[in-house]
């Protein structure tokens, strides 16, 4: 439940910021605004391998925010 929650507060952020595609794979962070990606420094941002789940998700809402 509680990952359901941070997916969705994910989603809401990217909407407010414009990004229209939020995606996790690889350890990557990719967001898309206007099908274009957003790449920080001509990389995706990572996320720690490691973490669990709901540890990423929050990682990816607070690099979100960053942003």
Avoid: W, Y
């Amino acid at each position: 439940m509680e990952n359901l929650l941070k997916c969705t507060e994910l989603k809401l952020q990217a909407h407010n910021k414009g990004i229209s595609a939020v995606e996790i794979k690889d350890h990557k962070l990719m967001l898309s605004k206007n099908r274009e990606f957003i790449l920080v420094g001509g990389k995706f941002p990572r996320l720690r391998e490691k973490a669990a789940p709901v540890h990423r998700l929050e990682e990816a809402l607070t690099l979100l925010k960053q942003l």
